[in-house]
Nanobody
């Protein structure tokens, strides 16, 4: 019913920037908190950023704070992740996810999210 599509990541040199997008179809996008998660090779999935349905609450993992920016355009049913000052450690598959609980809150826990995108590869080279 609700589907998330991530057009694609890419390759970027350390210190560079990349912008990810995630478009939603079905449901009511403006009612959902949206999150970004990532999974590096051989590691567990980890929280990156979340924005609540109204955009009034934003949280970041400490590892990306000050470098990444999450935003949303409800009219376009799209959430973005602007990644600056990229490091090799940022290399991972990045996933967007939707929390369908219809509240104005948020969660940094992946188990709270109901719908996930297929993921997009981001590779940062030195």
């Amino acid at each position: 019913q609700v589907q998330l599509v991530e057009p694609g990541g890419g390759l970027v040199q350390a210190g560079g920037s990349l912008r990810l997008s995630c478009s939603a179809s079905g449901g009511r996008f403006s009612n959902y908190a949206m999150g970004w998660f990532r999974q590096a090779p051989g590691k567990e999935r980890e929280f990156v950023a979340v924005i609540n349905r109204s955009g009034s609450i934003i949280r970041y993992a400490d590892s990306v704070k000050g470098r990444f920016t999450i935003s949303r355009e409800n009219a376009r049913t799209t959430v973005y992740l602007q990644m600056n000052s990229l490091k090799e450690e940022d290399t991972a598959v990045y996933y967007c996810a939707a929390d369908l609980r219809y509240s104005d809150g948020y969660s940094t826990e992946g188990i709270k999210y109901d719908v996930w995108g297929r993921g997009t590869q981001v590779t940062v080279s030195s």
